[in-house]
């Protein structure tokens, strides 16, 4: 009997409430099964993207007559053929248009997130604080997962805990001194590959920095270009030889560079290939159109048919002869507008070619081409399993949030090694970060060169890529210095683009040291304030974008609860592991720190559970041991939620 009242309580619950779901993909296609299956009657789903072949693994709604159509239609129609009766409205678009603003939002009881990139992610946050309806934010990357809830006043938001920007590498490291295979990989995919098939005549750090520039600087003038009528053989061997020869003995002549370091060594193609045999690479077949051009191969032309094997540097130099031969005889139309792409097969070879060539010249170990997709692509490939349990579990915490069970909320983490024989760790939620900028408004500080920096650095750097707005506005008291939207005269667009090229002193309303910024995205109906600190130097290696936010500090460490209800006197250890988020972003990983769990730690798990603590020493270690490893943060306090 209770087990009846407690499903009409459900189903009471969910009848008659309008749900939005945010993507389509991995975790999107079980949301919406799932959703369907439990009663849910009115769904609404956004998603832009299209059905892919690499899709069909894992998101079961889609067939092979489906790629190249929208997801959310697509998906759609999946459900009704075995739930005919409930309503699903699909949208094929972007949940950062125009039309799913704060009012579209608040016609949903909750929103559920299956996205696939941080941006998407903080703009679903925002329009949810905005519009005062509660978000269930989830996420996957292959055996791990975890799911949160986040309600307006109540529990912290997507954004309390700052989000770590993507890792990038110094220029220097990079161009000459790689100590990592991911060093090669950034060099042969952001600018090997960039200058040989992107636009050339967009400034490219390819070449090492030497005391003989003017030698290098003209020397690359014209390695990139292919001469009138020149052979492509002879034209891939040149390119070869300037970046893993002559650009390695340039490198070789600063002496200092080296004194500490293993010197690399340079490779020349009559070093690994006979001039003979160079010309014969590929077959018949890559000679022939192609109607895929994604599809085109230089492997398939070498008879090198597994992915997993780790080529030799002969191996390698003849995949990078051939890949470039292939770019301009199959898509020479696309060369100078191409730009890396993990699904481009002819792209990732090349790359992998590249990296390892590099790599061999530098002793770093070479790796496969599936190894290499992966680092290219921040690759994790996605289990299936894990996307149905997220799913289960985003259902469960939408239920409670529509039966305002608020002490029953739990963010669960889905672990790929059991701790104390269990997979799935709650953890109960926390209070608003009270440093938070999102959704308590507080004041951040931007270290700057005020009298160097112009306008545009602090809009591109700062406002749109730090604080993740899409229409910003930018004040300095009663000044408007910069603004975008669709109803500006062309004069008021002309003054602010002009706006945007001048140093930050020297704008129509002076902005120094001590100046209080205001930014806003009208879309998001987010406002802020920062504080402007000047500042006149920076270290080009640890703050390369020459300025620093901060002010918004993340509240980490869990408060000692020996007096808490939740608590069981136990102290906390000193000792900090840093937990990282995961999130299903069909194969890609963005790093993203949520917590950071005291070793020895007891927590509550639920109250409906027979256990009434756990300990998370183990639990914090073998998460550590298996997410990227975070940098440390500031210390801080997270309070349970009342």
């Known amino acids: 009997m209770a087990t009846a009242d407690a499903t009409d309580h459900q189903f009471s619950a969910i009848k008659g409430k309008k749900v939005l779901m945010v993507g389509a993909g991995g975790i999107g296609c079980e949301l919406l099964k799932t959703l369907a299956l439990s009663g849910f009657q009115d769904i609404h789903i956004i998603d832009m993207d299209t059905i892919e072949v690499s899709n069909l693994n894992r998101q079961f709604l889609f067939r092979q007559i489906h790629v190249g159509q929208s997801k959310a239609k697509v998906a759609r129609d999946a459900v009704l053929r075995f739930r005919p009766q409930i309503s699903i409205t699909p949208y094929h678009a972007n949940v950062k248009d125009p039309d799913f603003n704060v009012d579209f939002f608040k016609q949903f009881h909750v929103v559920l997130n299956g996205l696939d990139n941080l941006d998407a992610r903080r703009h679903v946050n925002r329009l949810c604080l905005a519009a005062d309806v509660p978000l269930v934010e989830s996420g996957t990357t292959g055996f791990l997962g975890q799911v949160t809830v986040h309600v307006k006043g109540k529990t912290e938001c997507y954004e309390c805990q700052p989000k770590p920007s993507p890792k990038t590498y110094p220029v220097c490291t990079i161009t000459s001194t790689p100590s990592k295979f991911v060093h090669c990989i950034v060099w042969a995919k952001d ?65 200092e560079t080296w004194r500490n370091r293993n010197r690399p060594r340079p490779i020349y193609i009559r070093d690994v290939l006979s001039a003979a045999l160079t010309p014969q690479n590929g077959n018949a077949e890559n000679t022939k159109t192609v109607d895929d051009p994604l599809s085109v191969s230089a492997m398939v032309g070498l008879g090198l048919k597994n992915p997993q094997g780790v080529w030799s540097l002969v191996e390698n130099s003849r995949i990078f002869l051939e890949a470039l031969k292939l770019f301009f005889s199959q898509r020479e139309q696309e060369v100078g507008n191409l730009s890396f792409d993990k699904d481009d097969q002819l792209a990732v070879e090349f790359v992998t070619a590249a990296a390892n060539i590099r790599a061999s010249s530098f002793g770093i170990a070479l790796h496969s081409l599936f190894e290499a997709k992966g680092i290219a692509g921040n690759i994790v490939h996605a289990v299936a399993t894990t996307n149905a ?17 608020t002490s029953s909320y739990r963010m669960t983490y889905c672990l ?19 440093d938070c900028y999102v959704c308590s408004e507080t004041p951040l500080l931007l270290e700057i060169n005020t009298h160097r920096a112009k306008l545009r650095d602090v809009v591109e750097k700062i406002v749109k890529a730090r604080l993740g707005m899409s229409l910003p506005l930018v004040m300095h008291g009663a000044a408007l210095l910069y603004e975008v939207g669709d109803d500006l005269d062309e004069a008021m667009v002309a003054n602010y683009s002009a706006n945007l090229d001048k140093v930050l002193s020297e704008l129509p309303s002076s902005v120094t040291g001590g100046t209080v910024l205001t930014v806003e995205d009208l879309q998001q109906e987010l406002s802020c304030n920062i504080n402007i600190k000047h500042r006149e130097e920076f270290d080009e290696e640890k703050e390369p974008d020459g300025m620093i936010l901060s002010g918004w500090t993340q509240s980490l460490t869990i408060e000692n609860r020996k007096n808490s209800p939740a608590g069981n006197g136990t102290s906390t250890s000193s000792q900090e592991v840093p937990v990282e988020t995961v999130v299903d972003n069909e194969l890609e990983i963005l790093q993203e720190v949520t917590e950071i769990l005291p070793l020895g ?20 270690k073998r998460i550590a041991e298996e997410l990227v490893q975070c940098k440390d943060q500031d210390n801080g306090k997270k309070k349970k939620l009342q």
């Open 389 to 405: 349990i997220i799913a289960g579990l985003i259902v469960i915490e939408a239920i409670k949030v529509l039966r305002n069970e």
């Open 416 to 434: 790929e090694h059991p701790s104390r024989k269990m997979l799935l760790m709650p953890v109960e939620p926390f209070e608003p970060n009270k």
């Open 191 to 255: 600018l090997l590959f960039s200058k040989l098939f992107g636009d050339k005549n967009q400034e490219n750090d390819l070449n090492v920095r030497s005391g003989d520039a003017s030698s290098s600087s003209e020397q690359s003038e014209d390695v990139f270009v292919r001469k009138p009528d020149e052979d492509i053989d002879q034209y891939g061997r040149r390119v070869y030889d300037h970046v893993f020869g002559y650009n390695i003995e340039t490198a070789l002549s600063n002496e």
């Open 601 to 620: 730690k007891k927590r509550k798990i639920s109250d409906s559970s027979n256990a009434s603590s756990i300990s998370f020493e183990e639990t914090s």
